[in-house]
């Protein structure tokens, strides 16, 4: 795709880069939008808040998240994020820069993250029963405010499960272990606005983690990063939120 000159990267053809006025490259080369973008990734916070009790890390492994744990916080460059998502298209899900055009890939995804690229697709539904399937699986039952329709507060589920009794049995450290992962999904791989609450629709994919490891996650974060670049560069958009460390 060519484009007007190495620092103007507003397209010569707008037949397939229609989005062209509205996107985020477009304010910045007529200088009325310069800002950097906000993060809205809380691991470092989460990973601070819940040390990972040694007694659930078998069925962390046995999800298929452990990898995930181990990568840890990483430092996000903010100005070059902001630099690629300036370069993102939404219309064809590609970084165009002046030498070629560039994609995440799960290739990218699964490699970095580790997670599982094939199998059965992460899906279900929103419409729940709070109270019943977070008694079931997590052994607590959230009060109205640690909740903000169907997500729930990350740090009300460390408050109450990231610390199981030294006399817990098996049913209570799946239990622990459910709301660790849970809480890993918001904070880093599906985080939200803000990446302090992480919805409840997750929660019937932990029921069997043998069966939670089947799922292609890594599908499901490569996509929902995509949905992320495309919303963050468009309309002056000042955050972005999901997995940022796959677009770094």
């Known amino acids: 795709m060519a484009f007007k000159g190495l620092h103007d990267t ?3 053809d ?50 298929g998240f452990y990898g995930i744990y181990r990568l840890g916080h990483i430092i996000i460059d903010w100005p070059l994020i902001t630099c690629l998502v300036e370069r993102w298209r939404p219309e064809t899900h590609t970084f165009h820069v ?6 995440i890939t ?30 079931e699986l997590l052994g607590v039952i959230p009060p109205d405010e640690a909740l903000r329709g169907s997500a729930i507060s990350i740090r009300w589920l460390c408050q109450q499960l990231s610390t199981p ?14 709301g660790f992962i ?14 302090v609450h992480v919805h409840l629709c997750f929660l019937p994919l932990l029921r069997d983690f043998t069966q939670t490891s089947s799922y ?7 996509a929902h990063t995509y949905r992320e ?20």
């Open 182 to 195: 849970l809480a890993l999904i918001g904070s880093f791989l599906f985080a939200d606005k803000k990446g």
């Open 229 to 248: 670049l495309c919303q963050a560069s468009l309309d002056r958009r000042r955050g972005i939120s999901g997995c940022i460390t796959l677009i770094q």
């Open 216 to 222: 292609s996650w890594g599908g499901a974060v490569l």
């Open 10 to 12: 507003d397209p010569l």
């Open 14 to 63: 707008t037949s397939v880069l229609v989005l062209q006025d509205r996107h985020r490259s477009h304010f910045v080369d007529i200088e009325q939008f310069q800002e950097v973008l906000h993060p809205r990734q809380q691991m470092r916070a989460f990973l601070s808040m819940w040390r990972m009790d040694p007694r659930i890390r078998l069925y962390v492994i046995r999800a």
């Open 98 to 103: 002046p030498i070629r055009e560039m994609t």
């Open 106 to 135: 799960l290739q990218d995804v699964a490699i970095i993250l580790g997670l599982r690229i094939d199998g059965a697709a992460v899906t279900g539904t929103c419409v729940l029963d709070v109270a019943g399937l977070c008694g």
């Open 165 to 178: 009794a030294p006399d817990a049995d098996k049913v209570a450290l799946q239990r622990s272990a459910r």
